[in-house]
Every structure is written in C-alpha cells, then in structure tokens.
C-alpha cells in the first residue's frame, strides 16, 4: 500500500510548488523510498503541447513522447528518474475520459456528475501509480487555492484522505509570506486567508511551506501556526535561494523529511547526501566566467527555455565555470548587424521552436558564429537553421529554406519527409520522444558521447532533407549522427570550426545535476577555451 502526499498553493502562482515537491521527493527518496511524482494541471487543454510558452514555458517531453508541465523537468533532475504520460495528467484528459465513458454507456443510464465521477477519474489516476510500486506518490495539484479549476481535484484529494486515513494520505500546503519594505515586516495575513480557504472545502494542511524573501521570526512562525492550527514546528520557512538544488537542504536542516515520514509512521532511515553537497560546492566555487548568447523568440519568457537553463547549470558545476546568459531576441539581430549584438558572447546558442518569426535573426547568428570561429550549439530548430546557412552562404543554394516558412523554395533542405516509420506527424503530431541514434566514428559527437548509439528525445515536424546531403557534404558539413533507422539525420556539425554542433533533438531534457549531459559539458569547455585559450 502507498502513502499519499498532496502538495498545494496559495496567495499566488509561480511560488515554485514545482522545485518543493522535487525537493521534497528527493529527501525521500534518499531515505531510501520508491518515490513517484504526479503532476494534475487544472487547464482543459489536453496537454501543453499546443500552447504557446509564453502561456505555459517550456514543453517538456518524457521517453514515452508525452508532452508534460515543466515541472516533470524538475522531477526528472532532483529525482534522477525517467518518467511517462502517467506522471501529468490535466483537466482537459480527465474530462475527455469522463465524455468518452459516457458516450459508450459505462455509467449505465446514470447523470455524470463532478462528484462521483469526476473525482473517481482523478482518484483512479492517482491510484494508478500505486499499482506500480511506489511507496510514496507525491501529487502535486497545479494552480492556487481558491481557483476553481482546480476544485475537483482538491475534492478528490479530500476524499482519498478520508477512504485511506490520515496517516495514509498528507497534505502540505505552500504559501507566500510577502514582506513590505515599507512596513519593515513580513505579513502573515495572505498565508491566513489561504489556508482558510483550504480549509473552506475540507482540507485541512499538516504542514505549511513559507516563502519568503526573509526569514521567518519566531513570531511571524507562532502567528502562522496558530491561525493554521498547527504546531510551530509543523510550519517550514522557504527563504529565496540563489540556486535551486539548495531547497533540499534547506527542508532537510529543518527536518521537513523526518516530520513527513513520522507523520506517515514510516521508518526514518539514514540518509547520504554528500555527492549533492560537492555538486552544489562546484557550482559556488566557479571562476572562469564565459558570455553565452541565446538567440531565441521565446526570451519574454525565459521558463520557455527552463530545460536549458538548467543544463547549463549543471555544467557550470561539472567544470566549475560560471556561464552569464545573455537571451536575444532573434527579430533584433534581423535589424541590427549580428557583429554589434553578438561581438561580446564566448558562445551561441539557437534553442528550437516553432514559426518563421525570427527565422532569418537566427541564420544570420549561426553565419556570424560559423564565420567567426565562435562555439555555436544549434537544438532542434537550431540544427535546422544551420543546415539552411550552409546551404545557402557555402553551397550556393540560394533562398534555400525549409517547407515549415517557404512551401515554395526552390531548396527544400529542411521538409516533412514520407512517413515510413509510421509517426503521422501530420494534423498536429510530431515526432516525439527517445529516438535511437547511430554517431559516426571520429567526429565531434563521437568524442562527446564516447559511445557510438545514442538515445536522445525529440519534439519536431520537419526532417532534413537527405536529397541535399550529397552536395551538403561536398562542400564539408559533416552528418555525424543518423537514426538507427537510417532514415533522419540527428546531428551536424563542421570540422574546421573549433566547435560546431547541431542536434535535432533535445539534449536538455536528459541532464542531471549529478550527471550533466557531456554536448553542455564539452560545450561550455568551449566557450571558456574560446576566452581563456585553456
């Protein structure tokens, strides 16, 4: 039988319940428990798959080609786990089942209602994991108390607690403790409110998160318990931090972990956490600094990029180099000469994305960076991109273009190729997901990986074209990765450039504070020999 933990929040969005609960899995699952994740988003949208990032950030992909919330990435990174469709499940998916069941005659004639329905779908998703193994599954429920999107899924988390009991089924709730400069205080009245809210449908927390950009006094901490009705060790203060993989350390000094699993009457086993400490100690101990560009569309929104980020971070720590990220609008270098915008950046980096705004700021980055010598890392639409610039300045196939902007370039490098593996990616599919790959012996990609098959995640529509490849690599780009299939090319790169990559899929998604990806690695290697000569 598995425990249940639900994770809430209050006052307002993006107070980070994404990293808390990731936090929390992990010192549990270095207590030595089979920790599984869960996230419910409240939208009605299927999945965030088409949704645009400035709505939602970044669209992470899971093995299984599921489009999830960001906050699997975080999962993923804390945990050091893979996960599946199973692990996201949104508004838009149970209510889809509840029509389907209905249409088909599963309810027998009966009016399908919120409650029972509704709320036994979400219970059954929950339960789901539970079949699976996991000792603890950790549910996070997406949104703010009070929204009522996310009501159904509150009802269903108060019923689960009252078939399982209460030393099955634990409710942590997290909430904004704001300070006002004017006052000199922090105010306790929103984390109030909240939990009266909560309270308000049933739910009453056995642990209250606090952030903060001060600490907690001692005061503010009996004022939040009191009105919380809980007691003052039962309320965990989440002061900001400067990077994100401390949060497990700053429950773990409070003794979150051990309250949750005595609250649980589970054993509390000894816990290791001293590779996580060195990583966090490589990070701080940074001294080389190297200037990164990010020339993107999405940069509003730099949770569009949240994977990447996060990347680069573990490879600041992996070779103790402090990466400054510079986002660029790519529309700016189409207006300007990329010499002025880009003359300050060790490295470039052209991250994917959809539609053709953009598009030229992007190739007339990946030109200045080839002709340079300047370290460029091209991901998925990026590597297409510089397909396209080789095309058009090395191989003079002028106007060349991809069919996704241009459907009548006289060029098609880049196209949607026939399916012969079967994906359908057309009508709003993609190829999505882990995709074996084959690296071609002493080239780039083969020194990075030091293997020669690799599995990679994708997210895309276009192909490069293989009718180009001929003249492609006659004038000297290098396809150094082709599917196991043999059908799509995975990776490009030039041998006369210091470092020049491009990969069709999405590296980011697969790194790990504890094990970054090596093409992050060896590229911020890099950009920092690119400054320092070493």
Same mark, same amino acid.
């Given at each position: 039988?598995?425990?249940?933990?639900?994770? +809430?929040?209050?006052?307002?969005?993006?107070?980070?319940?994404?990293?808390?609960?990731?936090?929390?899995?992990?010192?549990?699952?270095?207590?030595?428990?089979?920790?599984?994740?869960?996230?419910?988003?409240?939208?009605?949208?299927?999945?965030?798959?088409?949704? *645009?990032?400035?709505?939602?950030?970044?669209?992470?992909?899971?093995?299984?080609?599921?489009?999830?919330?960001?906050?699997?990435?975080? @999962?993923?990174?804390?945990?050091?786990?893979?996960?599946?469709?199973?692990?996201?499940?949104?508004?838009?998916?149970?209510?889809?089942?509840?029509?389907?069941?209905?249409?088909?005659?599963? @309810?027998?004639?009966?009016?399908?209602?919120?409650?029972?329905?509704?709320?036994?779908?979400?219970?059954?998703?929950?339960?789901?994991?539970?079949?699976?193994?996991?000792?603890?599954?950790?549910?996070?429920?997406?949104?703010?108390?009070?929204?009522?999107? *996310?009501?159904?899924?509150?009802?269903?988390?108060?019923?689960?607690?009252?078939?399982?009991?209460?030393?099955?089924?634990?409710?942590?709730?997290? +909430?904004?403790?704001?300070?006002?400069?004017?006052?000199?205080?922090?105010?306790?009245?929103?984390?109030?409110?909240?939990?009266?809210?909560?309270?308000?449908?049933?739910?009453?927390?056995?642990?209250?998160?606090?952030?903060?950009?001060?600490?907690?006094?001692?005061?503010?901490?009996?004022?939040?318990?009191?009105?919380?009705?809980?007691?003052?060790?039962?309320?965990?203060?989440?002061?900001?931090?400067?990077?994100?993989?401390?949060?497990?350390?700053?429950?773990?000094?409070?003794?979150?972990?051990?309250?949750?699993?005595?609250?649980?009457?589970?054993?509390?086993?000894? =816990?290791?956490?001293?590779?996580?400490?060195?990583?966090?100690?490589?990070?701080?101990?940074?001294?080389?600094?190297?200037?990164?560009? =990010?020339?993107?569309?999405?940069?509003?929104?730099?949770?569009?990029?949240?994977?990447?980020?996060?990347?680069?971070?573990? &490879?600041?720590? *992996?070779?103790?180099?402090?990466?400054?990220?510079?986002?660029?609008?790519?529309?700016? =270098?189409?207006?300007?000469?990329?010499?002025?915008?880009?003359?300050?950046?060790?490295?470039?980096?052209?991250?994917?994305?959809?539609?053709?705004?953009?598009?030229?700021?992007?190739?007339?980055?990946?030109?200045?960076?080839?002709?340079?010598?300047?370290?460029?890392?091209?991901?998925?639409?990026?590597?297409?991109?510089? +397909?396209?610039?080789? &095309?058009?300045?090395?191989?003079?196939?002028?106007? &060349?273009?991809?069919?996704?902007?241009?459907?009548?370039?006289?060029?098609?490098?880049?196209?949607?190729?026939?399916?012969?593996?079967?994906?359908?990616?057309?009508?709003?599919?993609?190829?999505?997901? &882990? @995709?074996?790959?084959?690296?071609?012996?002493?080239?780039?990609?083969?020194?990075?990986?030091?293997?020669?098959? =690799?599995?990679?995640?994708?997210?895309?529509? @276009?192909?490069?074209?293989?009718?180009?490849?001929?003249?492609?690599?006659?004038?000297?780009?290098?396809?150094?990765?082709?599917?196991? *299939?043999?059908?799509?090319?995975?990776?490009?790169?030039?041998?006369?450039?210091?470092?020049?990559?491009?990969?069709?899929?999405?590296?980011?998604?697969?790194?790990?504070?504890?094990?970054?990806?090596?093409?992050?690695?060896?590229?911020?290697?890099?950009?920092?020999?690119?400054?320092?000569?070493?």
């Amino acid at each position: 039988m598995s425990k249940f933990i639900f994770i +809430t929040g209050g006052v307002v969005s993006a107070l980070g319940k994404g990293v808390a609960t990731a936090s929390i899995g992990f010192l549990l699952k270095r207590r030595g428990y089979n920790v599984v994740p869960l996230k419910f988003d409240p939208y009605l949208n299927v999945d965030p798959g088409t949704m *645009s990032p400035f709505q939602h950030g970044e669209v992470f992909v899971t093995d299984d080609g599921a489009e999830t919330d960001l906050d699997l990435g975080h @999962y993923e990174r804390f945990l050091d786990i893979s996960l599946s469709r199973k692990n996201n499940v949104t508004a838009g998916q149970v209510y889809y089942t509840i029509i389907e069941n209905e249409r088909e005659g599963k @309810y027998l004639g009966k009016t399908v209602q919120v409650v029972p329905h509704l709320t036994d779908e979400i219970k059954r998703r929950v339960l789901l994991l539970e079949e699976d193994g996991a000792d603890i599954v950790l549910v996070e429920i997406g949104g703010t108390v009070g929204d009522i999107e *996310s009501l159904p899924f509150l009802e269903a988390a108060r019923q689960l607690r009252l078939e399982r009991g209460p030393s099955d089924v634990l409710f942590i709730h997290l +909430t904004l403790v704001p300070y006002l400069k004017s006052a000199g205080e922090l105010k306790t009245k929103p984390t109030q409110h909240s939990v009266m809210k909560l309270r308000e449908i049933g739910l009453q927390p056995d642990i209250l998160i606090s952030r903060s950009e001060k600490r907690l006094t001692d005061e503010v901490r009996k004022k939040i318990a009191l009105f919380s009705n809980l007691p003052e060790k039962h309320v965990i203060e989440a002061q900001d931090v400067d990077f994100i993989y401390k949060i497990p350390i700053v429950f773990y000094n409070q003794g979150l972990d051990k309250l949750i699993l005595e609250r649980l009457n589970l054993a509390v086993m000894p =816990i290791k956490m001293d590779d996580w400490i060195d990583f966090i100690s490589n990070y701080e101990q940074r001294k080389d600094e190297v200037n990164l560009c =990010i020339t993107g569309k999405y940069v509003g929104l730099k949770d569009s990029y949240k994977s990447i980020i996060e990347a680069l971070s573990h &490879a600041q720590s *992996s070779t103790r180099t402090k990466v400054n990220i510079k986002f660029i609008d790519a529309e700016e =270098i189409e207006e300007k000469s990329p010499s002025l915008i880009l003359s300050d950046c060790d490295g470039i980096l052209v991250p994917g994305g959809f539609g053709k705004r953009g598009i030229e700021g992007k190739i007339k980055a990946i030109q200045y960076a080839r002709e340079s010598g300047l370290p460029f890392f091209g991901i998925c639409l990026g590597m297409q991109l510089a +397909t396209l610039e080789f &095309a058009r300045n090395i191989a003079g196939l002028k106007n &060349a273009h991809s069919t996704e902007f241009d459907p009548d370039t006289p060029y098609p490098v880049i196209t949607i190729l026939p399916d012969k593996a079967n994906i359908k990616r057309l009508g709003g599919t993609l190829r999505k997901g &882990a @995709y074996i790959a084959q690296l071609k012996e002493n080239t780039l990609a083969h020194r990075i990986y030091g293997k020669i098959e =690799i599995s990679e995640r994708h997210r895309h529509r @276009y192909e490069f074209n293989p009718e180009f490849m001929d003249i492609l690599e006659e004038k000297g780009l290098v396809f150094s990765g082709i599917s196991k *299939s043999g059908e799509y090319v995975e990776v490009i790169e030039l041998n006369n450039h210091p470092f020049f990559i491009g990969v069709q899929f999405h590296p980011e998604f697969k790194s790990r504070p504890l094990s970054p990806h090596p093409i992050f690695v060896k590229f911020v290697e890099a950009m920092r020999v690119y400054r320092y000569g070493y």
